[in-house]
């Protein structure tokens, strides 16, 4: 029988004060694990202590700033004498910036891949050698829709979840020998902050034009919630996933499957 079981494991979920990356941690705790996260400012790392406890999760949160290779590897080795050595690492700090390519600077499409792409690289870096040692480990990227397809206005995230579904396939080619998976979850639609601006409620009452598209595209008719992603991070997070590497795991509601709403009397 498969072992969702993670009792005895340490879990690092990065910029996971709240959101998805919150969601996924509180499955991980649920399974067994042990929490490390962190965020880029301490009152944000405090409210999700606060969060935590309130879910009966003794979580030991970090400030760093992921895209900051000292910075992590100065954590890393403080949670490794504090807590312990990463058994599961889920990337998750992200950012999104919605500028039409033409309008964005070098430096705004710089930024975002150093979060969303250069960050993963980072953190993996620093967890894996640890994870050699130890016999094994698991690292999980959260990538996106927009690993597989473009929309407008948000070219530097693609570019850079495409990167991060590339990345994740040659971590797991690279360091599948020592035992370590390394998957990735692509999210669909999730109603979180980062999305707030897509699902705003209009002037006159109307949902927003995209959260109108968004749910035509979705065949379950509806956005997904962070925690629809809980138990698909415990799958790449345990044993029961050991012959699982270099897959990126859609949760989408099948966005990806579906060609979209017809219209209607068709
Ligand atoms: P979110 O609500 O914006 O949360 C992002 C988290 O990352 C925040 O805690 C943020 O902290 C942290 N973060 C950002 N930059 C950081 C940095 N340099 N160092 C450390 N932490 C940093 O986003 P979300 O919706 O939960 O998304 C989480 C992940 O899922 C992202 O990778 C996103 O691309 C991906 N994703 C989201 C969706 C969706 O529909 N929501 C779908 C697919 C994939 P601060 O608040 O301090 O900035
Ligand atoms: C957007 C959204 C998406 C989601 C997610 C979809 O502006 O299109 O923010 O990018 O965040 O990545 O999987």
């Known amino acids: 029988m498969a ?4 009792k005895g494991k340490t879990a690092l979920v990065t910029g996971a004060s709240y959101g998805i ?5 509180n499955a ?11 965020d880029i400012k301490q009152e944000l790392v405090d409210k999700g202590l606060a969060a935590y406890a309130e879910n009966g999760i003794t979580a030991h949160g970090y400030v760093c700033d992921v895209t900051n290779e000292e910075a992590v590897q100065a954590m890393v080795a403080q949670i490794e004498s504090e807590v312990g050595v990463v058994d599961i690492l889920v990337n998750n700090a992200g950012i999104i910036k919605r500028i039409p390519m033409l309008e964005m600077s070098a430096k705004d499409f710089r930024q975002v891949i150093d979060v969303d792409l250069n960050a993963p690289f980072i953190v993996s870096k620093a ?4 994870m050699i040692k130890k016999g094994g480990g698991k690292i999980i990227n959260i990538c996106s829709m927009m690993s597989e397809l473009g929309r407008e206005t948000v070219s530097a995230y693609a570019a850079a979840k495409g990167g991060l579904k590339m990345l ?3 971590i797991a080619s690279e360091y599948g020998q020592y035992n370590i998976q390394c998957n990735g979850i692509g999210p669909g ?11 705003e409620v209009q002037p006159d009452g109307s949902k927003h034009p995209f959260d109108q598209f968004i749910l035509a595209k979705t065949p379950a008719n509806r956005w997904g919630e962070a925690a629809d992603l809980g138990g698909p991070a415990v799958f790449l997070a345990s044993s029961a ?20 709403k017809q219209p209607q009397g068709d």
Do not use: C, M
């Not at 990356?21 to 941690?25: E, L, S, V, Y």
């Not at 967890?127 to 640890?130: D, F």
């Not at 639609?189 to 699902?199: C, D, E, G, V």
């Not at 050991?242 to 499957?257: E, M, P």
């Open 127 to 130: 967890v894996i050698p640890s």
């Open 28 to 38: 991980l705790a649920e399974a067994g694990a042990t929490i490390v996260f962190n």
């Open 241 to 260: 996933s050991d012959f699982v590497n270099g897959h990126i795991l859609y949760v989408d509601g099948g966005i990806l499957a579906y060609i979209g």
């Open 168 to 170: 994740t396939k040659n």
């Open 21 to 25: 990356g919150f969601a996924i941690a």
């Open 3 to 6: 072992d969702f079981s993670l």
């Open 189 to 199: 639609y999730i109603a979180t902050p980062q999305t707030a601006p897509l699902r």
